[in-house]
């Protein structure tokens, strides 16, 4: 038996045109990059005509859970329901959720055009001088503490 964890770490993330096909009433415009708990595209809502960003999890990562003893669709499904509920404006909305046809799971939330962190930092030199990175600190705190006051508490840092 494959442990889900190690499949998860070797997982490629479909390509746009693939997931594109899995995820009606999105058009998936190119693949953003692959973190923890998952990959990023920035795709279009057909309906409504925005931007937004696709956060696909992959089959095996919550397979991992289940077999760890969570329920991953009961929990995700909640979560996904208390994220939408924030407005904040440190923290991306959450506009849908569900699960592709390919059997992974979405959150589709709003576009935010920029550059992460280390993206920053590289266009600064390498370095962020202190008032930027304490205003970059304080708008995160600002958000984390509304989220936690609203009963969220975020895990991945």
């Known amino acids: 038996m494959s442990n889900p964890v190690s499949s998860y770490?070797?997982?490629?993330?479909?390509?746009?045109?693939?997931?594109?096909?899995?995820?009606?009433?999105?058009?998936?415009?190119r693949f953003v990059g692959k973190g923890g708990m998952g990959a990023i595209y920035e795709g279009k809502q057909r309906n409504l005509?925005?931007?937004?960003?696709?956060?696909?999890?992959p089959k095996e990562l919550y397979r991992a859970e289940d077999l760890a003893g969570y329920q991953f669709e009961e929990r995700f499904q909640r979560e996904a329901k208390a994220m939408a509920r924030l407005d904040h404006p440190s923290i991306v909305g959450v506009y849908d959720f569900g699960k592709t046809s390919g059997d992974d799971y979405y959150l589709v939330m709003e576009f935010i055009d920029g550059m992460d962190i280390h993206q920053y930092r590289h266009a600064k030199g390498g370095r962020i001088d202190a008032e930027a990175a304490a205003a970059i600190v304080s708008h995160v705190l600002e958000g984390l503490a509304y989220a936690h006051e609203q009963g969220i508490v975020h895990r991945d840092i």
């Open 9 to 29: 770490s070797n997982w490629e993330p479909p390509s746009p045109d693939v997931l594109g096909g899995q995820l009606p009433g999105y058009d998936v415009v």
């Open 49 to 57: 005509e925005r931007r937004v960003a696709i956060k696909l999890m």
